[in-house]
């Protein structure tokens, strides 16, 4: 598996446990699906919209704007994967036990660095911490930090594709179904909302 790392910080903007996360789960997300699909053979059901979700993006190529990533807003460490050819679908989920508690005198070394009159050398000192906590992530077996589950392949319809409207104030062409009406104009969000308040 080869997974460029540096590549994965670079889109997200910096490295994070829950990026560390989010590239484990596409390894594992990648060796049930197979290595990058073909365009939207895969589509991705995330249960939350945390960092993870870029390092998703990223590897396994499954998008917000390909509209083959649907978000669900649940909340929760959990993605799901299911492949259109044969309909074979996963839930990846996140153990519970995956982020090992931090230890008393942990704690204390996290606590000091975020204070606000936190120093260099305890600044320095939380930052070894998380990245060695990110270390772990990447290094874990996988089996240690997410289950797999098999569930029904519902596949939800591709992205459509709406037609577009001027909006009555701008102009500015808007996806119709995304319009407002009133009084017998048609406007987009932003323009409905300084409408109502006059
Ligand atoms: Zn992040
Ligand atoms: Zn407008």
Known sequence: MSIDITQVQAFHGHMCPGLAIGI?????????MGERPGDEEVV????????????????????????????????????????RRDGKAIRIRVRADAWKPLRPDEEQIAARGRATDAGEVEKQEADHLRRQRIEMILNAPLSDLVEVQI????????????????????GEKTMEIRLRRLDGKLY????F?????G
């Open 24 to 32: 484990r789960v596409a390894e594992q997300a990648l060796l049930e």
């Open 44 to 83: 991705a059901v995330v249960e939350t919209d945390n960092c993870a979700v870029d390092a998703i993006q990223f590897i396994t190529g499954c998008t917000f704007g390909k509209g083959n990533l649907i978000h669900l807003d649940y909340g929760k460490s959990a993605f799901r994967f299911i492949r």
């Open 151 to 170: 569930i029904d392949p519902v596949i939800p319809p591709r992205a459509r594709i709406f037609n577009s409207v001027a909006c009555d104030l701008c």
């Open 188 to 191: 987009c969000a932003e323009c």
């Open 193 to 197: 909302e300084q409408v109502l308040k």
